[in-house]
């Protein structure tokens, strides 16, 4: 069985919570005690995650073998040993499935609960979406070995009943498969029939693949099920990534209008700054100008008394 990692992760984070906390209000909740978790740590979790729907992954090819290996042993005995292994199997890979659906949701619930930057956010959203899309894969896989070892069963069921009469109908073999009322017919021919031993383990066969189809069809019911809870999950995500997406869209367009805008001021500042040392200049000569309307006259008025004393 694989570790509840995701479990694992939320009660360090509360521990560390409560060992830091000086005040009784910081343990209010436990989203308190996860709300800034770091990003390496939260990779770390879907790291677990994901390993874990590699194994379920590979549990599932495990249990396509034991059903081909059922589907192809004659021996009662040697066929019950295998279901039972089958059995085991099944109920490991279910037991997966729902802990890892589980954990995909308390991710869900944290990514919601914590405040993150715009590019946090998408960062821990986009690989949540992506560990769910893979675990649907794996609900799809699961879904599908089990329709097609379903339908296996059932070739089966019909062919041992066709064994033992062999002057049926296709509409009595289907309905002797299909409806218990039937069976029960079936099984009274069995125990009449004169090849009575061969013919019983016949029937304690069929009665074990119709076990096995009702048990598939209740397996495919939960697999339906969680799949339409996947794909709820992965449709908010792909919403919220959207939303991200236009958000940081939006950011960009105003980050290049300011860079515009920056540039367009720091353009007018420095034609303001160059006028004004042309303003300085003009007013220097203006000056100068001045200075020398005013210094012109009076050194030609002191030149003219100099002159006319000698």
């Known amino acids: 069985m694989s570790r509840n990692r995701f479990s694992e992760f939320i009660a ?10 000086d005040s ?19 990779l770390t979790t879907l790291n677990g995650i994901e390993r874990d729907i590699n194994n379920a992954s590979s549990n599932i090819d495990e249990l396509g073998v034991l059903h081909g290996r ?45 405040q993150l930057t715009p590019g946090e956010e998408a960062t821990r959203r986009s690989k949540h979406a992506v560990l769910a899309q893979k675990l649907m894969s794996v609900l799809d896989k699961y879904r599908t070995l089990e329709r097609e070892s379903q339908k296996r069963y059932r070739t089966r069921m019909e062919k041992h009943i066709r064994l ?14 299909n409806n218990e009322a039937s069976r029960s017919v079936f099984a009274m021919d069995v125990m009449s029939s004169y090849r009575s031993k061969v013919a019983k ?8 693949r119709d076990r096995d189809i009702r048990d598939i069809s209740r397996t495919i019911e939960t697999l ?13 995500q792909q919403d919220v990534l959207d939303n991200i997406e236009q958000a940081v869209d939006t950011t960009f367009e ?46 030609m008025k002191w030149k003219q008394q100099q002159q006319q004393q000698q």
């Open 12 to 21: 360090r984070r509360r521990e560390n919570s409560l060992g830091s906390s």
């Open 24 to 42: 009784p209000n910081s343990n209010a909740s436990l989203e308190e005690g996860y709300a800034n978790v770091d990003m390496e740590k939260y």
């Open 70 to 114: 059922l589907l192809s042993t004659a021996d009662g005995d040697k066929s019950e040993a295998i279901a039972h292994q089958r059995d085991i199997k099944t109920a490991d890979i279910n037991d997966q499935i729902k802990k890892l659906r589980n954990e995909l949701g308390a991710v869900e619930q944290m990514n919601q609960n914590t």
């Open 164 to 177: 033992v009469r062999p002057d049926a109908t296709d509409e009595e073999v289907a309905e002797a498969a």
């Open 201 to 208: 383990r016949m029937l304690r066969d069929v009665e074990n």
């Open 224 to 236: 339906n099920r969680m799949f339409v809870e996947m794909e709820e999950i992965v449709s908010e």
């Open 254 to 299: 105003n980050t290049v209008q300011a860079q515009h805008e920056i540039k367009r001021s720091t353009w007018l500042r420095m034609r303001i700054r160059k006028k004004k040392w042309w303003l300085l200049f003009l007013l220097f000569l203006l000056l100068v100008a001045i200075a020398l309307a005013v210094a012109l006259p009076v050194a």
